[in-house]
């Protein structure tokens, strides 16, 4: 799962165009003049927000909120004096490094063997193995921190430049 911090009511812009697949599903090769996807255009085109966003893992964007004074949850929205505290909070955060702190984590190496055991048999010889791979945990460095704590920043204030709330879930 994952979090996406956006302004609403943000343009968009075409990146890019691909062939829609119905045309690969009809005997003509001919678009479907009802297709929900291309409208029976034949193409669709890929769109992308013209204003910044920003995609972040749930543990990352709660971990975020934290730093910046905001009680964690799934989804919510800025606007008004909510979007000026929040704004107040990613400054407070990119200038204390205590702040940032409770987002931070270190790397970690979880070794093979931690999902069990199973009994293996060679020959007349039954012996127990370790069952599980290893599992690698990513960190989130201060650096990572400020990097996003600033795109949240820079959300918030294009936001409150353009008169729209900030939304996220």
């Known amino acids: 799962m994952s979090i996406t911090f956006s302004i609403t009511n943000t343009p968009t812009h075409v990146t890019a165009t691909y062939p829609c697949q119905c045309v690969d599903h009809t005997p003509d090769g001919k678009p479907y003049a009802d297709c929900p996807y291309c409208n029976g255009a034949g193409k669709e085109d890929f769109e992308e927000p013209s204003w910044p966003w920003v995609n972040m893992s749930n543990t990352n964007a709660f971990n975020i909120l934290r730093a910046i004074g905001v009680n964690p949850v799934d989804y919510g929205s800025w606007e008004g004096e909510t979007l000026d505290h929040a704004i107040k909070g990613c400054l407070i955060a990119l200038n204390s490094e205590s702040k940032r702190a409770v987002a931070t984590r270190e790397s970690s190496i979880l070794p093979g063997g931690h999902a069990g055991v199973q009994v293996v048999h ?30 949240i920043l820079g959300i918030c204030r294009k936001a409150k430049k353009e008169g729209e709330k900030v939304t996220w879930g």
């Open 122 to 151: 060679d020959g007349n010889v039954a012996r127990m193995e370790r069952m599980g791979a290893e599992a690698r945990i990513g960190g989130y460095t201060d650096e990572r921190v400020r990097v996003r704590v600033s795109d």
